[in-house]
Every structure is written in structure tokens, then in C-alpha cells.
């Protein structure tokens, strides 16, 4: 079955640097990868996702970029914010089958002003 | 329009207790998952539904656990004679259709705390 690592597992930043999550997957299935925010004691909320047949997307200060061969996915936040502190989760899922999704353990991001 | 909702929010339950744990999807969505959070951990997938069907169990953790979903909506995830070790927040997902490239819409989760 799939099996996602995702790396820090903590990452602190001074506000205006950027925040880089990295995140491997094992099954080559895979062809959907979201990023889900958490803050503290609140659901997690989709940020950003991207599929296979795209290597990268940007959405304002948020990208993701992808590396089918390499298994590995990752999130990029430029000019970080205080807001941007919450727990970042990578998934994957392959979209041939119904929805079962694998999530990283979770990356704790810490911007301080 | 309202999303997925999730009650209790908190539980507090004496080990050996049952308890029931409540989630309305979002309206026309075919699929719902439930999750299990630990503190500091990722969700970690226990069962879905895909309308009344229950799918795929396999992240159950034990046969004390138990979900239902009788009319394709509402869905009730039972814990029996709970433990400590099923202390953690419950997350709750819907999706449509649940194939091919569509979000998951995550509830506000209920925190089990287990005495």
C-alpha cells in the first residue's frame, strides 16, 4: 500500500523567508497529490494540489512542485507570514480507485515575526 | 452552503465505555471517510462509505470499532469499551464522487478523550 514520508517535522522561519515541506510516496499509482493546512484545533483545510501530469503549480506564494520518477512532492512558501503557522500535510492518492488517501505525518511551521 | 459537521466536539468517556461519534456530510456527497488523528500525526484512514456501502474497513483498529451510514448521509462511527489508547480526534471527510481528482472536505473533528 501507499506509504507517504513527508520531512521537517518541524520548521521554524523568520517572517519574508520561505518554508520548504518535502514529501515521498512509494506507490507509483499515485497521481494526486493535495496539501492540506491545519491550525491549531481546526479541520484541515486544502491549499493547494497537484496532479501528474504537471510537474508544478503556483497559487500567490504557495507552489508545489512534483518529480513522478523521483516519488517526491514538495510545498514552497515565499515571503512567509505570521498566519502561515499551522501543521502542513502532504497526501497522495491514486484516482483510479475510490478515494483512499495516505498523509504525511505532518510538518509543525512556525513564522515569527 | 454548510459544510461537513461533526458532533460531539469533545468526549470525555471512563475507560470501558461506548461511545458514538456523529458526522453530516456535505449535501449530494457520495462518499465519506473516517479518520483517526493522533496528537502530532497525520490522519490516519479508518473506513468509507460510498453511500451506504461501506467499502473498505481496513483501518479499523480493532472490532470495537464500528460504522454505519444506513441511508447514505449521516454516519456514526461506534467505539465500544473504549481505551486509552483510542484517545485522539476523529476526523470525519466527504467527498464527490470520490474517484478521480476530488477534494476531501474535512469536519471539524471530534476530540475522544479516554479516561
Known amino acids: 500500500g501507499e506509504n507517504v514520508e513527508q520531512h521537517p517535522s518541524t520548521l521554524s522561519v523568520q517572517e519574508g523567508d520561505s518554508a520548504v515541506i518535502k514529501c515521498t510516496y512509494s506507490?507509483?499509482?499515485?497521481?494526486?497529490f493535495p496539501w492540506y493546512k491545519q491550525e491549531l484545533g481546526k479541520r484541515p483545510q486544502l491549499i493547494i494540489d497537484?496532479?501528474?501530469?504537471?510537474g508544478e503549480k503556483k497559487d500567490q506564494r504557495i507552489a508545489v512542485t512534483l518529480n513522478k520518477t523521483a516519488k517526491h512532492f514538495s510545498l514552497h512558501i515565499t515571503e512567509t507570514q505570521p498566519e502561515d503557522s499551522a501543521v502542513y500535510f502532504c497526501?497522495?492518492?491514486?484516482?483510479?480507485?475510490?478515494?483512499?488517501?495516505?498523509f504525511g505525518a505532518g510538518t509543525q511551521v512556525v513564522v515569527t515575526p | 452552503g454548510a459544510g461537513v459537521s461533526q458532533s460531539p466536539r469533545y468526549k470525555v468517556a471512563k475507560r470501558g465505555q461506548d461511545v458514538a461519534l456523529r458526522c453530516d456530510p456535505i449535501?449530494?456527497?457520495?462518499?465519506l471517510f473516517w479518520y483517526q488523528q493522533a496528537l502530532g500525526q497525520g490522519p490516519e484512514f479508518l473506513t468509507y462509505f460510498q453511500n451506504e456501502a461501506q467499502l473498505d474497513k481496513s483501518g479499523l483498529p480493532s472490532d470495537r470499532f464500528f460504522a454505519e451510514r444506513p441511508e447514505g448521509s449521516v454516519s456514526t462511527l461506534k467505539i465500544q469499551r473504549t481505551q486509552q489508547e483510542d484517545s485522539a480526534v476523529y476526523l470525519c471527510?466527504?467527498?464527490?464522487?470520490?474517484?478521480?481528482?476530488?477534494?476531501?472536505?474535512f469536519g471539524p473533528g471530534t476530540r475522544l478523550t479516554v479516561t
Open positions: 497537484i496532479r501528474s501530469n504537471v
Open positions: 497526501a497522495a492518492k491514486a484516482t483510479d480507485s475510490w478515494g483512499k488517501f495516505q
Open positions: 471527510a466527504s467527498s464527490f464522487p470520490g474517484q478521480g481528482f476530488s477534494e476531501q472536505y
Open positions: 449535501s449530494g456527497h457520495v462518499s
Open positions: 506507490d507509483s499509482a499515485s497521481n494526486y
